[in-house]
């Protein structure tokens, strides 16, 4: 009889096991699916960012064709205000325009990067014909924008 008493005191710790085996699976699958949220921004932000650096050194290679004297036509919203909020005049020069393109427009700059309006880019040009070319986006849902600076020289 004894060894009966012992028994029935038993019988609910086979389920107090499987519960606690229950809540730590499910921890552990609350943290994986954690990680997996916070790598899918980082994969978004370095697409974004390899985008970018894409897209500066494409306006500075057709800057780099050009004849040094031109160059200044490229000058794009010239004056900062504050980080990725510039002023001043927007390009005429016909491959600045393309280049800032449309949000429908694939390959360009609106139509690659989210919340990159042409009034948040800037190209500016100095008297040593030393080119910056800052592309600034906003990703969905982020209260900061990003932004991008490619410099480079052309001498001619």
């Known amino acids: 009889m004894k060894s009966r008493s012992g028994l029935s005191t038993q019988y609910g710790s086979v389920l107090l ?7 730590l699976f499910s921890m552990g699958m609350l943290a994986l699916a954690g ?3 916070s790598a899918l921004k980082h994969a978004a932000d370095a697409k974004y960012r390899a ?3 894409f897209l500066a050194s494409q306006i500075i290679a057709q800057m780099w064709g050009e004849n040094p004297a031109n160059l ?4 794009h919203n010239t004056t900062t205000t504050a980080a990725c909020d510039f002023a001043g005049t ?3 020069n016909a491959n ?15 139509g690659n990067l989210p919340g990159a309006p ?3 880019q800037q190209i500016t040009v100095d008297a040593n014909n030393v080119v910056t070319v800052t592309i600034c986006w906003q990703p969905p849902a982020d209260p900061l924008p990003r932004s991008f600076v490619g410099v ?5």
């Open 72 to 75: 200044t036509s490229y000058r």
């Open 152 to 156: 480079a020289q052309i001498s001619g």
């Open 118 to 120: 042409a009034s948040r």
């Open 51 to 53: 985008e970018a650096s």
């Open 17 to 23: 096991e499987a519960l606690i085996a229950i809540l």
């Open 35 to 37: 990680v997996q949220a």
């Open 90 to 92: 927007a390009s005429g």
């Open 96 to 110: 600045v325009v393309a280049w800032l393109g449309t949000a429908s427009a694939p390959g360009t700059v609106a």
